[in-house]
């Protein structure tokens, strides 16, 4: 089993991140582990063509965030105002 994830933004840039922290979302765990042979599942990658680099961005810290915050690490994960629709849209896609 892979131990990375590559995320791909509307633009094409590439986010890498642990296995573990893409597994916060619902949806990105769904395909990574669906049993029916899915490219996402065998490839350890997805492709995201709606949501933009600065909100995948963003949504990867949150996922890192969220494992330490899950494990006792309190801390605060700030949101630029400019960014919370995008992001409140995205996470909903994500189920995060």
């Known amino acids: 089993m892979r131990e990375t994830v ?3 933004s509307m633009e094409g840039f590439e986010f890498v ?3 573990e922290a893409a ?3 619902h949806t990105i765990r769904s395909m990574l582990t669906s049993p029916g042979g899915f490219s996402e599942s065998k490839e350890g990658v ?3 063509p709606d949501i933009s680099t600065p909100i995948l961005e963003k ?3 949150y ?3 969220s494992l ?3 494990r006792g690490k309190e801390t605060e994960f700030y949101i630029e105002p400019e960014l919370t629709l995008e992001l409140m849209m995205a996470a ?3 189920h995060t």
Do not use: A, E
């Open 23 to 25: 597994m916060v979302s």
């Open 92 to 94: 909903n896609y994500l």
């Open 6 to 8: 590559k995320l791909i």
């Open 46 to 48: 997805v492709t995201f």
């Open 68 to 70: 330490q915050y899950s």
């Open 59 to 61: 949504i990867c810290q």
């Open 17 to 19: 991140i642990d296995r």
């Open 63 to 65: 996922f890192y965030w």
